[in-house]
């Protein structure tokens, strides 16, 4: 029985040719600016939307607040009142008062929200303190919140 070695038979391995690690190709750069363009582009404008409702989460935070704590009308009215003058300009909303108030506030969204009984309800409560504020008028002023705030300007 011969007694050779069987590996004698077998020629050594062929090694790959080296890679040169050379700056990858001009496409691949373009790719990677253009990827960083527009993640920086969308965060931009994700940062600017989330600024611009920076009155509409405060308003809506004050107005849970209100009703966790079972508030007059009166407040209600008042916090209307101070987030209108923050979200539209002072001079078109500060000298406002009754019915000509609440017309400003159903013009600034599509639905009315404050309709004549609720604007009523809401317009002799102001001088009682103590008359506490119903349901519809905290929906009303949430939608209201929801839907007029923040008040129409560019993003950009």
Known sequence: MP???PLQGL?????????????PA???????????????GCSYLS????????VRRAALK???????QQASAQQINQLL????????????????TGQAWFEFLNRQTQTVYFSS??????????YQSEYPASMA????????????????RRLI
Do not use: N
Request: glycine residues 2%; hydrophobic residues 50%; charged residues 15%.
């Open 62 to 68: 004050a107005l849970k607040t209100l009703e966790l």
């Open 26 to 40: 001009l496409g691949w750069w373009l790719l990677f600016f253009a990827s960083l363009l527009i993640i920086l």
């Open 3 to 5: 007694t050779s070695d």
């Open 47 to 54: 940062y600017r939307y989330w600024q611009h409702r920076v």
């Open 117 to 126: 009984e609720l604007a009523t309800q809401l317009s002799t409560s102001l």
């Open 137 to 152: 008028q905290i929906k009303a002023t949430r939608q209201w919140f929801c839907s007029a705030l923040p008040a129409p």
């Open 81 to 96: 009142k101070q987030v209108a003058q923050q979200a539209y300009p002072r001079t078109q909303v500060a000298a406002l």
């Open 11 to 23: 020629k050594d391995i062929i090694l790959p040719t080296t890679v040169e690690s050379g700056w």
